[in-house]
């Protein structure tokens, strides 16, 4: 057991990095939870629209991720290596590569959204008005566009001094985001001190104001305190880049975008293929991925921690400790799936009930709820493991293990199952997240195998 526990210095350790992580995750589901429950409580049309727009707003938000990793990954090595000019120019290439992706999307979210909507739109029990769900997703989703900006800004800023170890400035970023979007919510959804009763468009525009309030910390403190943070001194004199660093960074990074924007596009499908169950459905798994997301805090924050102490340890060249680190990283974050999963299953009945939709939407979710409790272990492996394997660069297997896996087995499945069989909808979604268990053994034997050890930093320097 000693293989997979750590001493006191590891935990004091993992818990510097993830305590910051955590807390701004924690608050930032938290408050996500309240925002849905709050746009739930004025109708299921409107949680229904708002979780479409949502969803099409998370393949952006997923690129954004996927693009900019790859350049996270040389960031976190040449941290560990104390290389400030190598961490500058990872900076000015997500930059570009910012621009480039939200260039892309606003573009396809401007010229297409109502078919994109649309796709969403099966009747159904319990499904509600289908002309006014696309409505309300519309009039969500042309005002979260404007949030898009500073969402990259603060991604690039908050992302670059995460990996260098600094993760308390983009929590305390993200704490005071979240209230305001809380704040806003309540004021603008409902009207309530004499402003505007907006609804969902209320929503929106709350989002966006916290996103801009994020970016202004995020982006002021750095720059006022700039002699803490060594990679901005001159970041901005040119935006050149090597191009020996620059190639390197797409041919690790574009494997990540791919993934990211295939991964992002699969949840889309998948939901898109069980909405073919009703629009019922839709509301439903809006409600479970909110509550997964607030209990899974601590085991989707474990991906940022191992990203950071398993590359910088790769940085500085100590591969025996990198994977000594990635091996303890991932008990315990199986951990503490087994331990938030068995929370959220006894909770699972209750929460649904907080919310102003159907009878049918509110069991269906909590079912879906359950099922997410059970599978939160196979996530935590698998989130910990997919981490693992990036941060030593081995994109190509991340790719081939996250969105080849979904793209071949998860999406082939959950159509074939809802196309050719008269299966319910709640066995026919355990059977595709039960899935994810052949991945675990592909994850499994990746790790043991050990081809993800690379050390990037020494042959970029």
Not at 195 to 208: D, M, Q
Not at 271 to 276: D, F, K
Not at 342 to 364: C, K, Q, S
Request: with cysteine.
């Amino acid at each position: 057991m000693r293989k997979y526990i750590g001493d006191k210095a590891f935990y004091s350790m993992l818990f510097a990095v993830l305590i910051p992580i955590v807390i701004q995750s924690s608050i930032s589901n938290f408050v996500n939870l309240l925002d849905n429950l709050m746009v739930g409580s004025v109708g299921t049309e409107e949680m229904s629209g708002v979780a479409i727009a949502n969803q099409l707003l998370m393949i952006f938000n997923i690129c954004i991720f996927g693009g900019l990793s790859g350049a996270g990954i040389f960031t976190s090595q040449f941290f560990g290596s104390k290389n400030d000019s190598g961490v500058r120019e990872t900076f000015r290439i997500k930059l570009f590569i910012g621009a480039f992706v939200l260039l892309g999307f606003t573009a396809v979210f401007l010229l297409f959204p109502r078919q994109l909507i649309a796709l969403y739109l099966t009747d159904g029990e319990g499904a509600g008005d289908l002309e006014k769900t696309l409505e309300h997703s519309l009039a969500y989703l042309r005002i979260m566009l404007v949030g898009n900006l500073p969402f990259v800004i603060t991604n690039v800023y908050a992302g670059t001094v995460r990996e260098c170890g600094k993760t308390v400035l983009p929590m305390k970023a993200g704490v005071a985001a979240v209230l305001t979007n809380l704040v806003f919510n309540y004021l603008l959804i409902f009207g309530h001190f004499g402003f505007p009763r907006l609804g969902v468009e209320g929503a929106a525009l709350a989002t966006v104001i916290s996103r801009f309030v994020e970016t202004a910390i995020v982006v002021i403190t750095i720059h006022v305190k700039k002699r803490e943070y060594g990679f901005l001194q001159g970041v901005y004199r040119t935006l050149r880049v090597r191009f020996s660093l620059l190639k390197n960074v797409m041919i690790k990074g574009l494997p990540l975008l791919a993934n990211e924007f295939l991964w992002s596009l699969g949840v889309a499908a998948a939901l898109q293929a069980y909405s073919a169950r009703g629009l019922a459905v839709v509301a439903a798994l809006n409600i479970s991925g909110t509550v997964s997301n607030t209990f899974n805090v601590v085991c989707m924050s474990m991906g940022s921690a191992v990203a950071i102490i398993v590359g910088q340890a790769l940085g500085a060249g100590e591969t025996d400790e990198a994977r000594d680190r990635a091996r303890k990283l991932i008990a315990f974050n199986v951990a503490m799936g087994l331990l938030f999963g068995g929370i959220m299953f006894v909770a699972a009945p209750y929460i649904p009930l907080l919310y102003n939709t159907t009878e049918t939407v509110r069991d269906f979710a909590g079912s879906f709820i359950r099922i997410s409790a059970v599978t939160m272990p196979v996530f935590a492996f698998l989130h910990t493991c997919y981490f693992t394997l990036r941060s030593g660069g081995k994109t190509i297997i991340t790719f081939i293990f996250d969105s080849g896996f979904m793209w071949v087995v998860t999406i082939p499945l959950a159509y074939c199952l809802v196309s050719f069989t008269a299966l319910p909808i709640l066995p026919l979604y355990l059977i595709c997240q039960l899935a994810d268990l052949i991945k675990c053994v592909m994850g499994y034997a990746m790790l043991k195998k050990g081809a993800w050890i690379h050390n990037m930093a020494a042959e970029n320097a």
